[in-house]
């Protein structure tokens, strides 16, 4: 029986019941990427058992995510939880004979093997090669997104590059091709949830490495097992941040999306505007962080429900570290970073403030009701050094909104 | 007679217009009802008040719309249902 839940992020029926319900009767924590390494490996999360899916195996222990059958990429999440589990069991559908030749997880952690039939259906996981959006609103703020970061100077040689997922996001790396080719830029690495689109900008010579902690599709399961620079990085390397480095620290430029970004640039993107668990904390409080330059790309509406607001249901991702907002109506940047702003006016881009922003999308979407909520904690946002940042309280209307699903 | 205006698309909106009963009677589903609820009623009794229209009941199944789409779904449906009547 699940009595907790530790996760990055809650979706569809269990955060809709969690946020109206509380069915676990205790908050469920969040953390970050780089937050939940930094917690198992600080020992404030104790891990009894890890059991660890691997695509291949050897009769030690010795794990990896890019041989056999079932083979998904990267094992960046199970590298931390392997070395600090009390137990480690190692659930896989291909043993090989020891030594393994690629090793993501090595023996001396490892407890037990069980050898299934098949860990999962590699179908459903990846389906070829992850496409660029076609949605003309996405690949509008895609093209100015790459706008402001040319004009930002932050595109320049050996520049570091890393993109959520999300519909513009990784669009942006489409209007950044021609201008790196242009003047023979060529970036040191891109990082995140790796795609097939990444590999294309790494084979094709755009950036000299990636760093992978979790690969999204067969043609970069592909890459990660054949190309010595295309990099396995366990989540701990990628973001903790009490580390002596991670890599979100090295990044140049984040894109980000989000599901609100409020008058402070803070941004939500865990629960929805009527207060259900919805999304995740993913790598995003990191990775702004540790960029130099975080630029957010969201469109400034879906289906009515305004994406640019006057204050966020829950603070994932604080002001502090968001930089620039891109939407198909403008483009603003946080009165924080003056010197962006002066590259952008300098460059004839053409900007307005969060408050004009907010009001453009006002005018069209109305303002919403509040929703209402309990005093009942349903959910604890850590920042990613430990620190609570939000809390997510039970909503009260969720009647109303269950009979209209 | 019933007329009905829209699609079941994302961001439009379904009009079910009857020129009957006792006043404006607006029977909404909408995934947005808790936030804007109030407003997309709002946008159809406006509509039916520019319309001349006093008594109708009106379905009104929203994916998200905006109000400027609302009124001109709601405004098509009424002169439909108008047409209909008149005939």
Known sequence: MVTGLHTSGLRGKIGRAQATENILGKPVVFRTHGGRARAIEAGEVKIDIAFIGASACDPMGNMNGVDGKSAFGSMGYPMVDAMYADKVVVITDHICPFPLSKIAIPMQYVDYIVEVESIGDTALIATGATRVTKNPTDLLIAKRAAEVLIASGYIKEGYSFQAGSGGASLAVCKYLKAYMSENNIVGSFAAGGVTGYLVELLEQGYFKALLDTQTFDVAAVDSIRDNINHIEMSVSMYANPHNKACSAHQLDVMILSATEIDKQFNINSLTGSTGVIMGALGGAPDTAAGAKLTVVVAPTMRKRIPIVVEEVTNIVTPGDTVDVLVTERGISVNPKRQDIQVMLDQAGIKTISIDDHLELVEKLTGKPEQIQYTDEIVGVIEYRDGTVMDLIYKTQTHQARRSFD | ?87
């Not at chain 2, 009957?20 to 009794?45: C, D, Q, W, Y």
């Not at chain 2, 609302?70 to 209909?84: D, N, S």
């Open chain 2, 1 to 87: 007679m019933r007329a009905i205006c829209g699609t079941e698309d994302a961001s439009d909106v379904t009009v079910s217009v009857l020129l009957e009963g006792n006043g404006i009677v607006v029977n909404l589903k909408s995934k947005n009802k808790p936030l804007f609820g109030r407003l997309i009623e709002a946008a159809v009794k406006e509509s039916c008040l520019e319309m001349n229209v006093e008594n109708a009941t009106i379905d009104v199944n929203d994916f998200g719309a905006l109000d400027f789409v609302i009124k001109a779904r709601t405004k098509t449906a009424i002169r439909e249902a108008l047409k209909q009547v008149n005939a």
